[in-house]
C-alpha cells in the first residue's frame, strides 16, 4: 500500500532562479531538500573543496596525526584493519596510499566475512605484535571493539580508531553515557564532544579527513590527495550515507576525476564494464561498480579487491576486474533465491503481521543477508532480519524503514546477542545457536511500538506536472541536483490520467514495457517501465485505458536520435 503527498514548500522560485540561472522547477525541487538560504543554495549548486570542514575538528584527529607522524618519521611499522565492505576496503586503500606516499610502512588486515566476522578482533592484535607492529589503524569499523583494542595496548601497540558507526552506549540512571574503547586516539564524528560540524561522513570520508589533517601537519597540499576523491565518490555512494553537504561534494568532485583516474586496477573495473568512455554516476558507483567491490568480500575475500587497486599491471587489472564481475553475477543469483525462499517463509508461517520480520535462512549465504533483507523490506516496508547459520552461531542483517531506529531496537534487547551493531537504517548481529532465534522475533516485536500507518509506504512528489512542460532544456538542468542518493533523491513529478496508446514488452525476462502515451492536451510521449509483465498485467486488470503516474523525465539517445520520454515509478490504472 502507498501514500502518495505532494510537497508544498514556498518559496520565491522564480527569484531564487534568477538569482542562479536556473528553471523556476529546479528551484522549487531544490526548496523541496530543505535547502534554503542563499549560501546553503550556492553550496548545494557548485559546492567546492574548500568548503569541506577544518579536518581538525574532529576531536583526537590532532592526537592520531601525532602518533602517525612519529610512526612514519620513525619507521614504525603500520598496521591498517578495515571493515570488508566497499566502505571498509575503500577506507583502507585511502589510508594505505596516503601513509605509503608520506614513507609510512604500511600493510593492511581485511577480515574475511566467514571466518573472522566484522570488524578487529583480538586474533589480529596477536598476529599484529608477531608480525612486528607497532602501531595498529582502524577504518570503519573499532568504535566497539573493547576487547580487540585493550589487548593491543596491553601487548604495547598503539591504537588509533577511525570510525562513522553509532557510538556504543549503556544507560546510568536513565541517561546515555557513552563507551569508547581504549584506544591511544578515537576519531567518529559521532561522539558526542566531537566538535566536527557533519556527522554524516561514511568511514571512508572519516579517512580521508584524516589523511588531510596529517598532510596538512606535515607540510603537504590538499591536492595531493585528490586522487583519492573518486574512491571516495564510490565509498560515500555505496555505503548509503546522506547525499547531503560534505557527502555530496565528496561524490560530485570524485566523479569528475573518476574518468581521469591512474589507479590500474580502477580503469580496469570501469573498462569489464563498459564505462571507461561513458560519464559515470552515482548510479553506476551504487549499482555497478559498487556490487562488484562487494562481491569479492562477500563469496571470497575482500583483499582481492584492494589488491586490484594496489595494481599496476593492467592484463593483471582485467583479470581480476573480470573475476569481480563474474562473482557479481554469481551473488545476482544466490540472492534472487533466498528472496524467493524468504517470501515463500513469510506467507507459509504467517509472519506477514508481525511488526518486525525476523526470517531466518539456515542455508543462505551469510554474506548476502543483507541484501536479502533490503529486498524484503522494500516489498513488504517492514523492518526486516534475516538470519542463517554461520560457523559460530546464527549470523545476521537487518534493514530498517522511517520511524523505526534499528541499532536503538536491538539495543533495547541486547542480551539476547552475542554481538551487534549497526545504525538507525542497518545493522548486524550475532545470536549464539538458533534457540535465540524465536526469542529474537518474540522480544524485538514485542517492543516495537510501530504504528499501522508506519508500513504504508509514503511517496512524495515533488511537483504535479503534466507531461505537456517537460522540455529538454529542463531536464539538462535537472543534472545540477545530482548525485542522487540518500536525501537528495532524483525527482518525482505526477501526472493524473494519460491515455494508454499503445503497450510494448521488451527482454529476456519480458520486464522491459514500453508505453505510447497521450496527454488531455495532445502531447505524446513514451513511458517506461522495469516490472514483469505478469504483475503489470496483474494491476491492469481488464478495460483499463488510463494511466495516472509519477515519473521523472529522461532522455532517451538512440542511434544518434534524442526524444522525451518518462520513466514510470509508481502507478494505478483507471
Known amino acids: 500500500m502507498e501514500k502518495w503527498f505532494i510537497s508544498k514548500k514556498k518559496a520565491d522560485f522564480v527569484r531564487i532562479g534568477e538569482k542562479f540561472g536556473i528553471d523556476p522547477v529546479i528551484a522549487r525541487l531544490i526548496r523541496n531538500r530543505d535547502i534554503t538560504g542563499e549560501e546553503e543554495i550556492r553550496r548545494y549548486l557548485s559546492g567546492t573543496l574548500s568548503d569541506i570542514s577544518d579536518p581538525f575538528m574532529m576531536k583526537d584527529a590532532e592526537e592520531a596525526c601525532r602518533l602517525l607522524h612519529q610512526a612514519v618519521r620513525g619507521g614504525t611499522k603500520i598496521r591498517i584493519i578495515s571493515d570488508y565492505d566497499v566502505d571498509g576496503v575503500i577506507s583502507n586503500y585511502i589510508l594505505w596510499k596516503s601513509l605509503s606516499d608520506l614513507g609510512g610502512i604500511v600493510d593492511f588486515t581485511i577480515p574475511d566475512r566467514i571466518q573472522d566476522g566484522y570488524g578487529m578482533n583480538s586474533e589480529m592484535a596477536v598476529n599484529a605484535k608477531e608480525d612486528g607492529v607497532g602501531l595498529i589503524i582502524t577504518c570503519d569499523n573499532g568504535i566497539a571493539a573493547f576487547d580487540p583494542v585493550k589487548k593491543a595496548k596491553d601487548l604495547g601497540m598503539e591504537v588509533i580508531v577511525t570510525d562513522h558507526h553509532e557510538v556504543p552506549y549503556q544507560m546510568e540512571e536513565g541517561k546515555k553515557r557513552e563507551r569508547l574503547p581504549l584506544a591511544d586516539a578515537v576519531v567518529n564524528p559521532k561522539q558526542e564532544s566531537c566538535a566536527y560540524p557533519y556527522k554524516q561522513l561514511c568511514g571512508a570520508g572519516v579517512a580521508f579527513q584524516l589523511m588531510r589533517a596529517l598532510y596538512q601537519m606535515e607540510g603537504r597540499e590538499d591536492k595531493d590527495l585528490e586522487p583519492l576523491l573518486c574512491f571516495l565518490a564510490i565509498a560515500t555512494v555505496c555505503d548509503v550515507v546522506d547525499l547531503t553537504e560534505e557527502n555530496r561534494i565528496f561524490v560530485r568532485e570524485g566523479l569528475k576525476r573518476i574518468d581521469i583516474t591512474e589507479n590500474t586496477g580502477l580503469r580496469a573495473l570501469l573498462r569489464a564494464h563498459n564505462l571507461e568512455e561513458a560519464p559515470v554516476n552515482s548510479y553506476h558507483l551504487g549499482f555497478v561498480i559498487g556490487p562488484c567491490i562487494n ?98 552461531g546464527i549470523k545476521g542483517s537487518g534493514r530498517s524503514i522511517e520511524n523505526y531506529h534499528m541499532f536503538e531496537a536491538m539495543n533495547g534487547v541486547r542480551d539476547v546477542f552475542s554481538r ?11 545470536l549464539s545457536d538458533e534457540s535465540k532465534v524465536e526469542e529474537f522475533r518474540r522480544r524485538i516485536n514485542g517492543c516495537c511500538d510501530l504504528k499501522e500507518d508506519d508500513f504504508i509506504k509514503k511517496v512524495s512528489i515533488d511537483v504535479d506536472m503534466p507531461i505537456d512542460y517537460i522540455s529538454a532544456e ?74 495516472t503516474c509519477t515519473y521523472y523525465p529522461d532522455i532517451n539517445v538512440y542511434r544518434g536520435n534524442e526524444s522525451l520520454q518518462i520513466r514510470i515509478q509508481h502507478y494505478f490504472f483507471t
Open 295 to 392: 562481491a569479492s568480500g562477500r563469496l571470497e575475500s575482500a583483499e582481492k579487491v584492494l589488491r586490484l587497486f594496489l595494481e599496476k599491471d593492467m592484463v593483471t587489472a582485467e583479470e581480476t576486474a573480470q573475476e569481480l564481475k563474474e562473482l557479481n553475477d554469481q551473488r545476482k543469483g544466490m540472492t534472487n533465491e533466498g528472496v524467493k525462499e524468504a517470501l515463500d517463509q513469510i506467507e507459509q508461517n504467517g509472519y506477514g503481521e508481525d511488526k518486525v520480520l525476523v526470517i531466518y535462512l539456515p542455508d543462505c549465504h551469510e554474506s548476502i543477508a543483507g541484501i536479502i533483507a533490503g529486498r524484503i523490506k522494500d516489498k513488504v516496508h517492514r523492518p526486516v532480519f534475516v538470519l542463517t547459520k554461520g560457523r559460530e
Open 420 to 430: 551487534f551493531g549497526g545504525h538507525a537504517m542497518a545493522a548486524g548481529c550475532s
Open 474 to 547: 529542463l531536464v539538462r538542468q535537472m543534472a545540477v541536483l545530482e548525485p542522487f542518493g540518500k536525501e537528495n533523491k532524483r525527482p518525482l513529478f505526477a501526472h493524473r490520467k494519460l491515455f494508454i496508446e499503445r503497450i510494448q514488452v521488451f527482454g529476456d525476462n519480458r520486464n522491459v514495457i514500453r508505453l505510447s502515451l497521450l496527454s488531455d492536451r495532445g502531447t505524446r510521449m513514451t513511458g517506461m517501465i522495469f516490472e514483469e509483465e505478469d504483475i503489470f498485467r496483474e494491476k491492469m486488470g481488464e478495460g483499463k485505458q488510463y494511466i
